[in-house]
């Protein structure tokens, strides 16, 4: 069966994409799957869809390429159908040549079920689609999210389509009494409305355990997810547990505001900001408590997705999705949305207090979340998906209908997604399920315990008898192919009204459009029907059912004389072809490396666990190579085990933290041929540094301080970021006062010893000299691991200054007189190889001044106070207002931050 899903922009990272993303990789397994982008903006997509898919474009809006449709004047005209926004033209959204190039594909596609995925392409999906196939539409939002607009033109599209699938029940009950006469699978012109969740697949991640006092959100920074909210109700909680953190991940135009609110609040030094992490399933692995605080879910992927790690989620009791996964209690804890938003930030913060003060619920949330996230698996969400195809196909044969080409592709895959759906749980028919849904309004609340077990859960009832036999082949295909449906430009009130009423064996006039096996990493727009080449049936299901070409040419005969001359010359021949080529094998240069791929994680001692893709390795023996970036250390080389024995395709290697000495600096990582040592740069996957939060401190015998923590490079590489210090001050805590700011650190190797000794201070050193410019005297606190803390008077940078702003000094603790060695002040310990985007502390301004002094951390993580202008920021510009509802539908394009109290790092 070959199946099509439509995407507005397929290169993003919404949630809308990344369900695509896993229900396509799953169905994949069964069936040929294309992903078709309206629009393409970037040469890769952001998110890996699987290779089999086969992935097209309908608009070309790179203009280095050739075929750039943004000089096309009909890409400057508004969209006759609709706009969902009032800057979707100006962004090429909603464009009249985009109309176009949809309705030409609905009408050339020989694609058996076409899933559009937002309002818009339902909308094209209504008016110009077809019976050929079968016609589905995604709501990834709710009902209530849209705009008046959008919601009156997606609501007239609707019963013109097959089949309408929201992703949570309650949503569905919503369409069903918003839409009269739908649902009911009765009406001529109706559509059966469900609901099938979004699928989240396991992770290839070691969960969590709880152990790292880290609480940890993630999604795009917008208003509906209200981050403000979970600030507030962090600072609450902090005042009790002030050893608690708090992590954001995410873009979006509210990230200058809760940048201002976490310093307003004088959260700046545990609530963090720390941009967008692509997998974020390894962020997930970190937290001890997963937070969604949002005003509306219309699913929630992030919460399965953190549960899918082991994490335990406190999220706001909102409507629709958090209701429908967290069984509260059980899993996770919901808490209600108050009468005032003041109601709801003290129970938010009394149900993230319950779980940082219980860590025995915590582990059995953990446990429990584990298994309510298998329910959401891809096998499981395809295997619904195909079972409401066989629904679908029943409906239309109760009406008169003969689906026999769509049944002949799906009758294999079919069967196979009926026993994944069964697998995973015990559910009912898909009508059974609807039915549940209208009867209980939302069906969400009252299953909200009930995920692992399946209540609610759609699933088709068995294939009738004679549908899932072998596939026949479809009838000859009339003279004339049925005309396209609704090809005018009206609205989708009046789209369906030229549909024909033509069977699926019309569909053997179109050619296949778009269904040749492609890659993943070269798009293409579909061509046309009459040209493209006709795939080959994808493996395990039944064959195309179109008709052989009558023109194909037969293969030319033999000639009489060749076969004889090969009987008789063969046996002399062979052995000398063998040897020549044993010949040229041997002086034959050696074969082109290919990039290595790994997935790192950190293990308990703090060594690397580095596992490489055997079939990108080298067939002869070969090494990874550690690489100073500054040839500050020789280069560490660790034999690689031979590809076979690579367990489940992937061969593992150890860089022992005891057994390898790396000098301060940042090392690169090297798959290195024995051979000929030719080498080839590794490609990071994944990297997991959850341990790294709560193991202690890498101190040798001698106490050197000695921390390793790998990531990947902003180009996609694996490196390690490597300390070697002999002595070290570990910033803890850094606050800002009335006068002055206080620094607290932890102290290791030589600071700890020499802490208490006569003559120390803590010194402050100017970039340009070598002497320090000032001294201030500390405190010690003994303890298993000896600390200090010390105030910087504001007033003392700012009398060192010349006048120009531009006074920078690093800070050290000297350990005895004033020759003593001296000793950094940083944070090198944790999981982060670079602090100077996330650790933000706020400048503080000098009087009525336009001068501040600012505390930052440096490219090497360590402690710097320096004089910065801080001029008096201008009223903002009043911004067009955005809706809700629009923002947790991604749409808009992503503003530049605006200035905020806490500026980039400059390069030191």
């Known amino acids: 069966m070959r199946i099509a899903f439509l995407l507005d922009n397929a290169y993003g990272i919404g949630g809308t994409i990344r369900s695509t993303v896993n229900l396509s990789r799953a169905l994949a397994d069964r069936h040929t799957v294309e992903v078709v982008s309206l629009r393409r903006t970037v040469r890769d997509t952001a998110l890996t869809f699987d290779p089999r898919v086969r992935m097209t474009h309908l608009l070309e809006l790179r203009r280095s390429e050739r075929g750039h449709d943004g000089d096309d004047p009909r890409f400057r005209e508004a969209s006759h159908r609709f706009t969902e926004g009032a800057d979707h033209l100006q962004r090429g959204v909603a464009t009249h040549l985009g109309d176009l190039r949809v309705e030409e594909y609905l009408r050339e596609t020989d694609a058996d079920v076409v899933i559009a995925t937002r309002p818009k392409i339902n909308d094209y999906l209504a008016a110009y689609g077809s019976d050929r196939y079968l016609r589905i539409g995604q709501e990834h939002l709710t009902h209530s999210m849209h705009s008046e607009h959008v919601r009156s033109h997606q609501d007239a599209a609707i019963p013109l389509l097959d089949a309408f699938v929201t992703v949570s029940y309650a949503d569905a009950a919503n369409y069903r009494a918003a839409i009269a006469g739908t649902g009911t699978e009765t009406a001529e012109h109706d559509a059966l409305i469900t609901c099938i969740p979004n699928a989240v697949p396991a992770v290839d991640v070691e969960p969590s355990d709880g152990e790292s006092r880290l609480i940890v959100a993630a999604g795009r920074l917008i208003k509906v997810k209200r981050y403000d909210r979970l600030l507030k109700a962090f600072a609450i ?31 700046y030094d545990r609530a963090f900001l720390m941009g967008p992490h692509a997998p974020i399933e390894a962020e997930w692995a970190k937290g001890a408590i997963a937070a969604v605080s949002s005003d509306a879910e219309s699913f929630g992927m992030t919460l399965v997705e953190a549960m899918h790690c082991g994490v335990p989620v406190v999220s706001t009791d909102c409507p629709y999705g958090p209701g429908e996964i967290i069984s509260n209690g059980r899993d996770g804890l919901l808490s209600p949305l108050g009468p005032t938003e003041k109601d709801s930030v003290r129970a938010y913060a009394d149900a993230l207090t319950q779980l940082i003060e219980n860590p025995e619920l915590r582990y059995r949330m953990s446990q429990s979340a584990l298994e309510k996230a298998a329910r959401y698996s891809p096998e499981r969400i395809a295997g619904e998906y195909e079972q409401l195809i066989e629904k679908l196909l029943e409906q239309r044969e109760s009406r008169g209908a003969r689906p026999e080409r769509i049944r002949a592709g799906a009758a294999t895959g079919t069967a196979a997604g009926a026993g994944a759906a069964g697998a995973a749980a015990e559910t009912g028919s898909v009508g059974a399920a609807v039915e549940a849904g209208a009867a209980g309004g939302a069906g969400g609340a009252a299953g909200a315990g009930a995920g692992s077990e399946g209540a609610g859960a759609v699933a088709g009832a068995a294939p009738a008898p004679g549908t899932s036999g072998p596939a026949t082949a479809a009838p000859a295909p009339p003279a004339h192919p049925a005309p396209p449906a609704g090809t005018g430009a009206g609205t989708a009130g009046t789209a369906g009204t030229a549909e ?78 063998r040897a020549w080529r044993r010949h040229t094998a041997a002086n034959r240069p050696a074969a082109k490396l290919r990039r290595p791929v790994a997935r790192t994680r950190v293990a308990l001692d703090g ?91 890498p101190v040798d015998g001698d106490g050197v301080l000695t921390p390793w923590v790998p990531y990947t490079t902003l180009d996609g590489y694996l490196a390690v970021r490597a300390w070697h210090r002999t002595g070290h001050a570990e910033v803890t805590s850094i606050e800002l006062g009335q006068e002055s700011c206080t620094v607290r650190a932890e102290l290791y190797g030589r600071a700890a010893r020499a802490a208490a000794e006569d003559g120390g201070a803590v010194v402050g050193v100017a970039r340009s000299k070598s002497e320090p410019d000032f001294e201030l005297p500390f405190e010690v606190a003994e303890g298993f691991v000896p600390s200090l803390s010390f105030e910087v008077p504001y007033e ?113």
């Open 237 to 267: 909680v902090s005042q009790r547990h002030p050893d608690w953190r708090l992590r954001l991940y995410g873009r979006g135009r509210q990230q200058a505001a809760l940048r201002a609110r976490i310093d307003s609040l004088g959260l």
């Open 500 to 577: 024909t009423a033509g069977t699926a064996g019309t569909a053997g006039t179109v050619a296949g459009t778009g269904a040749a096996a492609g890659s993943a990493s070269e798009p293409q727009r579909p061509g046309p029907p009459a040209t493209a080449p006709a795939p080959p049936a994808a493996p395990g299901h039944a064959a195309d059912a179109r008709k052989p070409s009558p023109a194909a040419p037969a293969p030319p005969r033999s000639r009489p004389v060749r076969r004889f001359a090969l009987r008789v010359a063969g046996p002399v021949l062979r052995p000398a072809v």
């Open 607 to 697: 060594s690397l666990v580095i596992r490489l893709l055997a079939k990108r390795l080298p067939k002869t023996s070969s090494a990874l190579l550690l690489r100073s970036r500054r040839d500050s250390g020789a280069p560490r080389r660790i034999p690689l085990p031979p590809r076979s024995e690579a367990v489940d395709g992937w061969v593992e290697v150890r860089v022992d933290h005891a057994a390898h000495t790396l000098s301060e600096d940042r090392w690169d990582t090297y798959v290195e041929r024995a051979a000929d040592k030719k080498r080839k740069r590794v490609q990071s996957e994944l990297v997991e540094t959850a341990r790294l939060l709560s193991m202690p401190a």
């Open 796 to 908: 003392l940078p700012a009398a060192l200054d010349s006048g120009n702003l531009k006074g920078v000094w690093d800070l050290w603790l000297r350990t005895g007189g004033e020759d003593a060695p001296r000793v950094r002040f940083g944070r090198l310990l944790g999981d982060l190889a670079d602090r100077k985007k996330t650790d933000l502390v706020p400048r503080v301004r000098l009087g009525e001044t336009e001068t501040g002094v600012w505390f930052y951390f440096s490219l090497i993580n360590d402690l710097v106070v320096a004089m910065q202008p801080l001029p008096y920021e201008k009223p903002p510009t009043a911004a067009p207002a955005k809706s809700a509802a629009a923002e947790a539908a991604g749409q808009g394009a992503p503003s530049a931050p605006s200035a905020s109290s806490s500026p980039s790092t400059p390069a030191p």
